[in-house]
């Protein structure tokens, strides 16, 4: 996958640079980042369950990690593993713009490895940026 998990640098987070051909695909790898610190064994997930998100930010930066919260949510709220199936990141004049379909299913102690419980997404290091044609996202987040 298109991202790298940053060794020994925090404490009780985990941090990791995500990074994609376009902004979508780097979105996307954020999310699956954030989704294989949740879980040990992500590749078990099951798709059961689809659902559509939208958030919006005036800052690209702020839109990334209101998306990676709305992961963060549905682990929380209703027990939801998710993964991205499609990711639209787009610029309006107000700001940006990010829908998503996510897949999966609602854990399973019994075959769901947890490895982490991320609490947040957190501002810290917090970056997204063009560099030499490629998109990669700067991501900590609270364990």
């Known amino acids: 996958m298109p991202y790298r998990f940053l060794e020994d640098q925090f ?3 985990v941090g990791f640079v995500a990074s994609g051909d376009t902004l979508n695909e780097c979105f996307a790898a954020a999310a699956h980042a954030t989704l294989e610190v949740m879980l040990a064994n992500p590749e078990v997930l ?8 939208h958030v919006e930010s005036e800052a690209l930066d702020l839109a990334l990690l ?3 919260e ?3 949510f549905y ?3 209703d027990q939801l593993l998710l993964r ?3 990711v639209s990141v787009r610029q309006q004049p107000e ?7 996510l897949e999966g299913e609602t854990l399973n102690p019994a075959r769901h490895q947890l490895s982490a419980d ?5 501002l810290h290091h917090l970056s997204v940026r063009c560099t030499d044609g490629n998109w990669e996202a700067t991501v900590v987040l609270d364990i």
Do not use: Q, Y
């Open 46 to 53: 099951e798709v059961c369950e689809h659902l559509a998100v």
């Open 70 to 72: 709305e992961l963060v």
């Open 118 to 122: 991320v609490k947040a997404v957190t």
């Open 95 to 101: 700001g940006w713009i990010v829908d998503a379909e």
């Open 66 to 68: 209101r998306f990676l």
């Open 11 to 13: 404490t009780a987070d």
């Open 84 to 86: 991205p199936t499609r």
């Open 75 to 77: 682990k929380d709220a």
